[in-house]
């Protein structure tokens, strides 16, 4: 959640001279905490939001965040990002979002500065574990803008609770342990 927030903040900041409205949902599912790699996670984030920023000239940005899934604390989150901004056909979101890069991958805007980092961000989501996928209109109303989704593989913070059979032991002799500690005495 602090990295949402972090880009949220910073999403803001891009903005606040235009007349777009940036909101940003996380489900209560989700955890505060997780095992990742916040800088990865932050790119990501960033480098779309800034491409949906720079698309959206007026209307409305919005990043969601859920859980798809927990499985055994490997968790898998999902994220959407809708803006009203510019619409693409298959071949310029192909160019835009795809796995090469080339002098192309800067049309439909000369002045577009996150053709790169669209790229990137794909090429990040897919090292993470993840998928991303984007689609044209995006869905809110007005049927412009563009859709993209993504997934990010993470672990758990959580504790796992162990149920532990304690009916066979009568003594402390009966007690078999592990104990492993570190410089600074934690267990």
């Known amino acids: 959640r602090e990295e949402i927030n972090y880009c949220t903040d910073l999403a803001n900041t891009n903005i606040s001279e235009k007349n777009v409205v940036f909101s940003c949902t996380v489900d209560e599912n989700v955890p505060n ?22 698309n959206t000239e007026k209307g409305e940005i919005r990043l969601k965040c859920r859980m798809i899934s927990n499985k055994n604390g490997i968790l898998t989150l999902g994220f959407e990002l809708l803006d009203t901004g510019l619409s693409f056909d298959k071949a310029n979101l192909k160019k835009i979002f795809g796995d090469f890069v080339n002098i192309e991958s800067k049309a439909v805007k000369s002045n577009d500065e996150s053709g790169f980092g669209t790229i990137l961000a794909k090429q990040l989501v897919e090292m993470m574990g993840g998928e991303l996928t984007a689609e044209s209109p995006s869905g809110l109303p007005g049927n412009m803008g563009t859709k993209v989704m993504f997934t990010v593989a993470a672990y758990s913070n959580d504790r796992i609770i162990k149920n532990i059979n304690q009916e066979g032991i009568s003594s402390f002799d009966k007690i078999k342990a592990l104990v492993i500690t570190g410089p600074q005495s934690r267990d």
């Not at 905490?33 to 720079?54: E, K, M, Y």
């Open 33 to 54: 905490s997780i095992i990742s790699d916040p800088f990865r996670l932050r790119q990501v984030l960033t480098n779309l939001i800034n491409h949906s920023a720079s």
